[in-house]
């Protein structure tokens, strides 16, 4: 077979070509810190780090996730706090006012503080976490209770569903607290409010036997403020966990998605050495081999 000019000339081309490619592929991993920087480069290894790429994602959403649940069952236990300290406080005015030798006048001052306790208790029923409310199930666009809640016509109702943060796959956790575990349900005449209101009544109305009857009431009104309080407790310890575990995987995932997709840097620079060396030397050969000049062919 005769080899020709152009035939020397297209295969030193084309090599030269590929040297450069070499040289540029490894510039470019250099540059990039990466060793997968198109799909082409590694089709199965890019189909691996897409995955691990998902399930970073899904994880550092699962944590967001827990940790905002979190923060509503912080939030909630601090409510819940306050609310028994305030309810502390009516049993040791209820104490307070509930002997006989307290005059009238008396008992009408310690009104005024159970009145304006009872408008916090309210206050609180009526707590917002990031502009939801807390105690009212779903329904957490709308305000659980009116600002007269014992005495409230029609009386008002609480729904019953629960409010749920997705903290892993097909996993949910509740973080509401229904309203009626904390200051009872509407009607019940030994729920919160209206244990306080009918002792503001009594002492209002100077009855002894009304202000001891609110005694034990708001005993039972503070238990039950208690277990709902355990139970946000448990919630917390369970998300403690996940948290811990998501961050875990997340470590685990972006360790591996490092391994597969981050390049050796001195393996890199020692093959762009290389593949520099190469290149200029395919120059040279081409420079060396290619000398002849159109001039050259006419003589």
């Known amino acids: 077979m005769r080899i020709t000019q152009s035939m020397m000339s297209g295969s030193m081309m084309g090599h030269l070509q590929t040297n450069y490619q070499r040289l540029d592929k490894s510039q470019e991993q250099l540059m990039t810190q990466r060793r997968l920087n198109r799909p082409s480069d590694d089709p199965v290894g890019v189909a691996s780090a897409l995955k691990y790429r998902a399930e970073i994602s899904s994880t550092t959403q699962f944590s967001e996730n827990a940790e905002d649940a979190d923060s509503w069952m912080k939030f909630s236990d601090t409510v819940m706090t306050e609310a028994t300290q305030i309810v502390q406080r009516l049993s040791e005015l209820a104490v307070q006012g509930g002997t ?23 206050s609180l029923g009526n707590s917002q976490f990031k502009g ?16 007269d809640p014992a005495n409230a016509v029609p009386p008002y109702s609480l729904d019953q569903g629960q409010f749920n943060y997705q903290i892993g796959a097909g996993i949910y956790v509740g973080v509401n607290t229904n309203g009626d575990k904390i200051f009872g349900a509407a009607g019940d005449p030994n729920g919160l ?25 708001l005993q039972k009104s503070l238990e039950n403020i208690i277990t709902a309080q355990a139970e946000v407790g448990g919630k917390q310890n369970r998300l403690e966990f996940t948290l811990n575990r998501l961050e875990d995987l997340n470590l685990n995932y972006t360790s591996l ?28 050969t081409m420079a060396r081999i290619i000398r002849p000049s159109l001039m050259d062919f006419l003589r």
């Open 257 to 284: 998605q490092s391994k597969l997709e981050d390049v050796d840097m001195p393996s890199v620079i020692s093959d762009l050495k290389t593949a520099e060396s190469i290149y200029q030397a395919s120059l040279d």
């Open 132 to 147: 939801k409310y807390m105690f009212n199930g779903e329904r957490v666009n709308e305000e659980p209770y009116p600002a």
């Open 100 to 122: 006989d030798t307290v005059p009238e006048d008396a008992r009408k001052n310690i009104a005024q503080e159970v009145d304006q306790l009872y408008k916090q208790l309210v």
């Open 193 to 217: 409010f209206k244990v306080v209101d009918d002792f503001k009544n009594a002492l209002l109305g100077d009855s002894t036997t009304g202000i001891q009857a609110a005694i034990p009431a």
